[in-house]
């Protein structure tokens, strides 16, 4: 979060049936996942966002249904506990996190450098799932990670080294970060379509190539064919970059980056990784939409021609206001 003068939390205060065991661990684990840090046993804090708040309220009626009993309040400390030692709390948390991620990331490094010094290529499968588990928990931590913490920076530059000589060594990728290279390419992309994703499939139709073909597979792996690129998944041409979402990266690649499209990144950027970056007044209103649509329907094509309308309908907006 950029904001350090904000003092309001969302606090969650519960409490849950000795029995069964695998109850209490599940809350624990998600409680974990969203982020939140313990201030007292059972007291769990947030910093008070729209996002906080829609995971802690589902957190509070899945203890309830559990037999537990929660309470979820928005609050301000003033005495005892203070921000900072709250906010300490959070950096001290994201800071294990990132140690963690750099030190499995730099066991990836060492093999791969191993095997290059034994000419022993391709590279296993295996350290290709290993350096895609710690991009998606990267990505997963800087979700989570509010307050920046200081360990992000040295776990991001693993984690690209990591992806980086995946890459290299993975004959199948090629250059083409030119729009002349590009051109009548097939696109590659996972299934499941979001906000990155389908960002990405906009920006290619109306700045990179307007007659791409676009292909959506369940795999999170997948070596290309002669023809496409990949985007928004393992090892592709263009996806995620130490902090940067893969809408970001292929701005920044074909020199997109102007006017209203740098605030659509930013926009995307804050809703797809929850950090809060940019923290732009749009952003609210466009992830509630956006998380409208993923739970409506499953169906990518449907929340692809919503999605591409929202888009189409937010470019223009911006562009107008830019002239005002």
Excluded at 234 to 247: I, L, N, P, R, Y
Excluded at 297 to 302: M, S
Aim: with cysteine; hydrophobic share 40%.
């Amino acid at each position: 979060m950029n904001n350090r003068d904000t003092h309001t939390w969302l606090i969650l205060i519960h409490q849950i049936p000795p029995k069964p065991d695998y109850f209490r661990v599940k809350i624990w684990r998600r409680l974990q996942k969203i982020g939140a840090v313990a201030v007292k046993q059972s007291v769990y804090v947030l910093p008070d966002t729209v996002q906080s708040f829609e995971d802690l309220h589902w957190i509070v009626k899945e203890i309830e249904g559990g037999g537990g009993t929660a309470s979820l309040s928005r609050s301000v400390f003033l005495e005892g506990l203070s921000n900072d030692h709250i906010e300490a709390l959070f950096t001290d948390a994201r800071n294990e996190d990132y140690r963690i991620i750099s030190q499995e990331g730099q066991g990836v490094l060492d093999r791969v450098s191993r095997l290059q010094s034994q000419q022993s290529l391709p590279l296993p499968t295996k350290l290709r799932k290993e350096s895609l588990r710690l991009q998606r928990r990267f990505d997963e931590i800087v979700a989570i990670d509010f307050f920046q913490a200081p360990g992000r920076k040295s776990a991001a530059k693993v984690v690209l080294e990591c992806k980086k000589l995946l890459v290299h060594n993975d004959t199948a990728v090629t250059s083409c970060r030119t729009l002349k290279n590009v051109k009548g390419k097939v696109w590659v992309t996972r299934q499941g379509l979001f906000i990155d994703r389908i960002g990405c499939i906009w920006l290619i139709r109306q700045f990179i190539d307007s007659s791409a073909q676009f292909k959506y597979i369940p795999e999170e792996t997948y070596p290309p064919l002669k023809n496409e690129i990949r985007f928004d998944m393992f090892a592709a041409e263009f996806t995620h970059q130490g902090d940067k979402c893969s809408f970001e990266v292929l701005v920044e690649a074909f020199s997109l980056d102007a006017g209203s499209l740098a605030v659509l990144a930013q926009i995307v950027h804050d809703i797809d990784l929850k950090d809060d970056k940019f923290s732009r007044p749009e952003t609210a209103g466009i992830r509630a939409v956006f998380s409208g649509i993923t739970r409506k329907t499953d169906d990518d094509q449907i929340r692809l021609l919503r999605g591409l309308a929202i888009f189409d309908e937010l470019y223009i907006s911006l562009n107008e206001s830019a002239q005002d």
